[in-house]
């Protein structure tokens, strides 16, 4: 009775997980979705506290389990409560990588178990020491993608002579090891030095990564992540973990090669390419384009807005550092209240981490219905009075259409060059993640404001008031 209780606690939460992942679709059901997984993610630890052994004992240590749990808890909501949102990726990357950590250490104290029989059974032989492996890359993988995102180390590709070698020569003697434990000789020794060279794996691959494609990196891992707990799963013989880490690892890699389709780059591309180093030839110098950057006061701006019929808004990684995300609905409401059609284009790379932008205006309430992605947007430019970009800087770079020199031609860009006037607000000349300069900012219809952008939208908004 006791088994069949579990059992159907764990199916009630795979639906849970199912659903979530439906509901986390669209923005405006996203929210009800992440709460409906918390829901069945406690439904599933609550039922793990009533499981028995084969005498029909408890769980050993249950008051350790629960402080466990307890503490586990608050630290995760102090965090979620404490963290900026412009902050949000680093979190995303940290909590990832302490998912594929605590896959890694279950495997390291399960594998002893697997030889107390008489025979060792081959799948949880197998699945112990793949988790190991793929939990442990996962680890230390976030944890350098979360260095790099806090700044902790440069967001430009580290790389070092032999690289690509050394990983190789680390990857073969990590498969190497593997299928020897995978033999069913018992070796803890061995077992601990598979875990270092999967650590250190994790780290020489993502080093070499440029900030350019942490995004995309952040996703990858998190697929691993996911089939790294999946393979958990059946060393726990646990039917909910197995079923959530099949749906993380299935859908993160769906949405890392998604994020690859939007930035028209091969996923060996992003991990083996060293993008985003900064040496790349300019898109101006490569393409022999020259002009004028026209620097325009914010009173100057808010007279091209008081004039304009529509308006599309384009927010980049500057406005997540600015934290202008307030101040940007307030000018948007304010355009809407002079019968201004104000709408905001979404790129899909846009930012640190997939759906830094959307998540960020939805903290400031911005309506859902005035979110447009990339290719319901694009078609409307043309017609568009004034584009407003805001810190964004590779996703709307017009080289990515000609420019075969650019490590960003064939990307899908935002068309903001065709808009009648485009307005960037951004706090110097510096280049994006890809390290190259920005044709969009000479174009004879592009005017810039710079500063912060939190200060200049909101030195725009009180300057449209006394228009």
Known sequence: MNGDFINVCYLLTAVTFMLALKLMNGPKTARLGNLLAACGMALAIAATFFIKDENGESLGNLPWIALAFLLGSFLGAWSARRVQMTAMPQMVALFNGLGGGAVALVALVEYPHLFAGNFVKSVPLVTTVLSLVIGSVSFSGSMIAYGKLQELLTGRPITWPG??????????????????????????????GLLGMALLLGVTLVLPIGGADMPV?????????????GLAGFVLDNTALLIGGGLVGASGLILTLEMCKAMNRPLSNVIFGAFGGGNAAGALESSGKSGTV???????????????????????????????????KELAEKLAARD??????????????????????????????????LDEINSEFPQTDVALVIGANDVVNPAARYDKASPIY???????????TVIVSKRSMSPGFAGIDNELFINPNTIMVFGNAKITIAKLSAALDAL
Do not use: W
């Open 410 to 420: 064939g990307m899908p860009i935002l068309d903001v060059d065709k808009a009648r």
């Open 163 to 192: 690289q690509k070698f050394i990983n190789f020569a680390l990857f073969i003697a990590v498969v190497a090891v593997v299928a020897f434990l995978m033999n069913g000789v018992p070796s803890v020794s061995l077992l601990y």
């Open 340 to 373: 201004i059609d104000v709408k905001y284009a979404i790129h899909p790379v846009a930012g640190r981490m997939p759906g830094h932008m959307n998540v960020l205006l939805a903290e400031a309430d911005v309506p859902y219905e005035q979110l447009f992605d």
């Open 294 to 328: 026209r620097s325009y006061s914010v009173e100057d701006a808010a007279i091209i807005f008081s004039s304009a019929n529509s308006v599309i808004i384009v927010p980049g990684y500057g406005m997540a550092v600015a934290q202008a995300q307030h101040v940007v």
């Open 217 to 229: 990196v952040i996703s990858l891992l998190n697929s691993f992540t996911g089939c790294a707990a």
